[in-house]
């Protein structure tokens, strides 16, 4: 966000809550602050996030199928700071009649992940300080990605505030991960 104030030419005194509430449902993508209209940021943020994922996932890739892969991404961008079970999606799956492993799963995550619209944050068992198997959360590089995809609704306030914290950790240096104890989550 203060680089987002520093593009825009804000000091903090001329910070307002307007600026925060644009950022988290635009991003701070440099070049998304070039154009003039809400359409305009809409239409470059979904172009730059496609040529992302058309270049980097499905161009790079032997991927057989391209519509898991695309709805498995999608429910990750509209999903944000949510703990990720691959057996749920792949049991979701096999509700519908389609038969995709967790392994399959895991490799187009991998995928997903090499293309940096998204990071991990892996969960750790805090009792026993050791990393439980694939329940990670995961958390977009820029929330302009999640605004994309979403029809006339807001996302919670909560997890796009949870991910710009984890980006802001991310970007300080730290090592991030979830957790959860008997009674409940811990996010960082």
């Known amino acids: ?8 030419g804000l000091s903090k005194s001329e910070i307002q809550e307007s600026h925060f509430m644009d950022y988290l449902d635009y991003g701070g993508m440099p070049q998304r602050f070039l154009m003039q209209t809400e359409e305009e940021t809409r239409v470059y943020l979904r172009d730059l996030y496609n040529s992302i994922v058309l270049r980097d996932i499905m161009q790079r890739s032997n991927v057989r199928d ?11 961008v509209l999903n944000v700071s949510q703990l990720f079970s691959a057996k749920s999606i792949s ?9 995709i492993s967790t392994e399959t799963i895991y490799q187009y ?21 050791r990393i439980l198997t694939r329940s990670d959360k995961y958390y977009l590089t820029d929330l302009g990605f999640s605004n994309i995809k979403r029809s006339g609704f807001k996302a919670d306030l909560g997890p796009r505030i949870e ?9 300080r240096g730290y090592d991030v991960y979830v957790g959860k104890t008997q009674t409940g989550e811990i996010d960082f």
Do not use: H, P, W
């Open 1 to 8: 966000f203060a680089e987002t104030c520093k593009v825009r």
């Open 66 to 76: 391209l519509d898991a892969l695309n709805r498995i991404r999608e429910y990750l």
């Open 91 to 99: 049991d979701f799956f096999k509700s519908g009649g389609r038969s």
């Open 109 to 129: 995550l991998d995928l997903i992940l090499s293309s940096m619209v998204l990071n991990r944050a892996t969960r750790y068992d805090i009792q026993g300080k």
């Open 163 to 171: 991910n710009i914290v984890y980006n802001e950790l991310i970007n």
